[in-house]
């Protein structure tokens, strides 16, 4: 453990007092009716970060029909694209003037290094950019081989009131791969992000006021799963669920929705594979899986958190994964050097070294760490890297989500086995090849149950390219032009064209 690299407390300044978060409703600005409120600690430095308004039934009430009244007027959802997309295009730019206001209390709600916080801002007004140019580029079909007197027309037409939940562990960039889209579609939302990371949406909701966005639009309430999320995922007056989070919650959210037969779209968690062959770029894969391994504290729905070596290369490469996580600077996440931060609970904290320990009953192995790690100057809650061998596939730490900086190492002889292995998992988010023979890779790629694979790379991903899971990681897309199209609906329009064209069904006898 004392190998590992270590970023102590910096004297980096702390926010003076709390931040205040409130509902945004019809809006407007407010206080819970009853009062209450929760409050955020860092998970890196202990302090309170945010005390926010805590929602209740009469607060998502007030937000889901503010949201039903301003899609019905048309206020957003029957003006012109171009419109819409202005506000879309101006609200980039003022999160792109915003990025280290709000990088920093992402930093201290959620425990991840402050250069990724800032990235993750910045690389969201993209988004918002990408969604406005959809805003404008959106059309149906038309049908104009029907027969003479027929013309069909296919519309497109936004969903209408989206509830959209997020989670805490990319709260900014996951609401802007929701919300600019739904907008952008000509939907209202509510929208409800994780109670351990509030404050960045609240943000977010002044630009929304801010860059013109008509009252009712989006609407922001602040609380927990019950009764807020529960109800935002049932109520009548939603037409649509975005929800993104874990597995077991997504259940929930669509046995909610279900009586309702509302859309939902579900982005759950993963178990990533990447399958690494002895001819790849070695050196490339190593850093690719420390990087799927350690980023956000591993804390990441795609992190790489199995890899099936071959077994001629196994030994060698993780050799190689320990010497690099040792380089990885975790600590203090509002020091620039760190690359790792806190991991977001105690009780999350406890859960990961709980999967750690059973492993290590059950006969693995720790190459590296094992267990919790202290950070010179800080009171939070961080854990070592971890790589486990000696895993069977069918123990827990190989199939379920651990959600912590841990690499769990299995090994194959043929593809079939590879396959076979990487495929070994009621989730099916995303998977990775590496070789240097492209017919490896593609063939390795076709049979991989996921809803994004990687060759020769890890977690790259791009506005334009879809997202999303397969069996227990989700179901519907998110960004893309796919992932727009969740939040519209088809109509088809019939035509009949010109007077006495159709026959009468009603004959004389
Ligand atoms: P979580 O499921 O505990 O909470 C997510 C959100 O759901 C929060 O806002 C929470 O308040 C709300 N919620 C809780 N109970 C609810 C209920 N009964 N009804 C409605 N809403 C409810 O998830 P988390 O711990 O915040 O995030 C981690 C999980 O998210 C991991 O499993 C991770 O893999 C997944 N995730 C997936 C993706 C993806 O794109 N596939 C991205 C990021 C995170």
Redesign the pocket.
């Known amino acids: 453990m004392t190998e590992l690299t270590l970023i102590p407390a910096s004297d980096a300044a702390l926010p003076a007092e709390p931040r205040r978060g409130r509902h945004l409703i019809g809006g407007a600005w407010r206080d819970s009716a009853d009062g209450a409120t929760f409050e955020r600690i860092s998970p890196s430095h202990g302090i309170v970060v945010s005390r926010s308004a805590q929602a209740g039934e009469a607060e998502t009430l007030a937000a889901i029909a503010a949201a039903r009244a301003a899609f019905d007027s048309g206020a957003w959802s029957r003006i012109p694209a171009r419109a819409r997309a202005a506000v879309l295009l101006k609200v980039a730019d003022l999160i792109e003037a915003e990025v280290e206001r709000f990088a920093l209390i992402e930093t201290l709600e959620s425990g991840k290094p402050i250069t990724q916080a800032r990235a993750e801002i910045a690389g969201a007004a993209d988004l918002w950019r990408y969604a406005a140019m959809l805003a404008r580029s959106t059309h149906g079909d038309s049908h104009n081989t029907l027969g003479e007197d027929i013309l069909g027309v296919v519309l497109k037409e936004p969903v209408g009131v989206v509830s959209i939940?997020?989670?805490?562990?990319?709260p900014f960039w996951?609401l802007s791969?929701k919300l600019p889209f739904a907008l952008a579609a000509g939907c209202t939302c509510v929208v409800?992000?994780?109670?351990?990371t509030p404050s960045t949406t609240v943000m977010l909701g002044e630009l929304l006021l801010e860059a013109g966005l008509p009252e009712g639009v989006a609407n922001i309430v602040l609380?927990?799963?019950?009764p807020?999320?529960?109800l935002?995922?049932s109520h009548p007056d939603v037409d649509m669920v975005s929800?993104?989070?874990?597995?077991?919650?997504?259940k929930?959210?669509a046995a909610?929705a279900s009586a309702t037969l509302k859309k939902v779209a579900l982005?759950?968690?993963?178990k990533n594979p990447q399958v690494i062959f002895p001819d790849a770029d070695l050196e490339d894969a190593a850093d690719a899986v420390t990087f799927g391994t350690c980023f956000n504290a591993g804390?990441?729905?795609?992190?790489g958190s199995r890899i099936i070596l071959h077994q001629d290369i196994a030994e060698a490469f993780t050799a190689r994964v320990v010497e690099l996580s040792r380089k990885v600077a975790f600590g203090d996440p509002l020091d620039p050097r760190s690359q790792v931060g806190a991991i977001?609970t105690p009780q999350?904290r406890q859960r990961i070294d709980g999967y750690v320990q059973d492993a290590l009953a059950e006969g693995a192995t720790a190459s590296l760490g094992g267990g919790g790690l202290e950070i010179p100057g800080l009171p939070g809650d961080f854990y070592q890297p971890t790589v486990l061998t000696g895993i069977r596939p069918d123990m827990a730490i190989a199939r379920e989500?651990v959600?912590g900086p841990v690499l769990s190492v299995l090994t194959f002889r043929t593809l079939d086995e590879a396959v076979a292995l990487a495929n070994h998992a009621h989730y099916g988010?995303s998977a990775g090849v590496w070789s240097e023979n492209v017919h490896t890779c593609l063939a390795f790629a076709r049979r991989a149950q996921a809803g994004t694979v990687w060759t020769n790379t890890w977690m790259d991903g791009f506005p334009e390219l879809t997202?999303?899971?397969v069996k227990q990681?989700?179901q519907g897309r998110?960004i893309g032009r796919h992932g727009f199209d969740e939040f519209l609906e088809v109509k088809s329009l019939v035509m009949r064209v010109g007077r006495g064209t159709r026959a009468p069904w009603v004959k004389a006898v």
């Open positions: 939940i997020t989670p805490w562990n990319f996951i791969q409800k992000p994780s109670e351990m609380g927990f799963g019950q807020v999320g529960s935002m995922a929800f993104t989070g874990s597995t077991a919650v997504g929930a959210i909610a982005e759950l968690g993963g804390q990441c729905c795609n992190s977001v999350h989500e959600f988010l997202f999303g899971g990681s989700g998110e």
